[in-house]
């Protein structure tokens, strides 16, 4: 099989296992280097490949092996049809880091420094709680307005789920969907489409589908290319929440996940149910939304050096009366 066979086999097997934009490029990326290893003769199988990636000169983490491995395996078992047998990886440390979380105020510093598209943009991530592929792959029917609700349609690992819209930003929302509306008015005219990234479904729903106002993107990019307008990228506004961040002078590692870990530890502090909070970041295991409680120190004890004196007990005096002898 070719490497451009291989490669057009693995995103076939993908589409019909249902993985996300992302995992595609991730599953992808590691085909490649795997095929460029074996080429190259570093590698003479999937065992061999993984050891380079652990004693190489990358030495990468054991979470990176196995995202390889993952990668791989599927590329093996659902492209080639065959058994890659037992294969050994480093273990993974089971504890979980905890994430940086901003405060309120923190977010808030952050997102009075930013204007325009990018403070809507971090607006909706810190007030819904969305994951960034999430908001920017989101289009205009997912958006109801009179109801006040965000549809996030088939979101990490393939789940949806309907979220409130803040009070605060929805008059901002609707005035950036009208200048959205006639950008696709102009492009309707031009033929000019959003498309899916899944063939499947262009193919399913037909091009028409793609070119009216209900699929067109909430945060269209600003280039057109073979009549196509995707979505925009969040590379942009990375770069302006880190900026802001910096000129705020926040201490901690600000990414753009950080407003989501705020927006969950947020409800936390104002004694929201976790298995509600749960549901509203779509998480399907409880012990994902567990870590935002250590995040808080919310289990941790007080310590002993804001604790008050203890008063220590008085030792009381004890008389023992020891009977007299008769004398005489």
Not at 266 to 278: C, F, K, S
């Amino acid at each position: 099989m070719t490497k451009r066979g291989a490669i057009l086999a693995l995103r076939d097997a993908q589409l019909k296992a249902g993985h996300r934009v992302t995992t595609r490029r991730t599953y992808r990326g590691w085909l490649l280097r795997y095929v460029a290893a074996l080429q190259s003769g570093e590698a003479l199988d999937l065992q061999t490949f993984l050891n380079l990636l652990i004693h190489g000169h990358e030495m990468v983490s054991p979470t990176t092996v196995h995202q390889a491995l993952c990668a791989l395996v599927f590329f093996e078992k659902h492209v080639m049809g065959r058994d890659p047998g037992v294969l050994k990886v480093p273990r993974r440390n089971p504890n979980r880091n905890v994430p940086d979380c901003l405060s309120h105020g923190e977010v808030m510093e952050i997102i009075n420094r930013l204007q325009g598209t990018r403070r809507l943009q971090a607006e909706m991530m810190y007030g819904t709680a969305s994951r960034v592929t999430a908001l920017m792959t989101l289009r205009m029917k997912d958006i109801d307005l009179a109801e006040g609700v965000l549809k996030f349609c088939h979101d990490k690992g393939g789940k949806s789920r309907v979220v409130l819209l803040p009070e605060t930003i929805i008059g901002k929302l609707s005035e950036h969907m009208d200048r959205v509306r006639r950008l696709w008015e102009a492009d309707k005219k031009a033929g000019i489409i959003a498309p899916s990234p899944e063939p499947s479904l262009m193919r399913k729903l037909g091009r028409g589908v793609f070119g009216s106002l209900p699929w067109y993107w909430v945060f269209p990019s600003s280039e057109v290319s073979n009549g196509c307008r995707w979505h925009a990228t969040d590379d942009y506004l990375a770069k302006a929440v880190k900026a802001a961040a910096d000129d705020a002078g926040i201490t901690k590692r600000v990414t753009l996940k950080s407003l989501r870990h705020a927006s969950a530890t947020a409800l936390l502090r104002r004694g929201v149910d976790i298995r509600t909070i749960q549901s509203h970041l779509g998480h399907s295991d409880v012990k994902t939304t567990e870590i935002y409680v250590h995040a808080l120190g919310s289990d941790s004890v007080v310590s002993p050096l804001d604790l008050p004196p203890v008063m220590q007990p008085l030792r009381s005096r004890v008389v023992v009366a020891f009977p007299q002898r008769a004398v005489g």
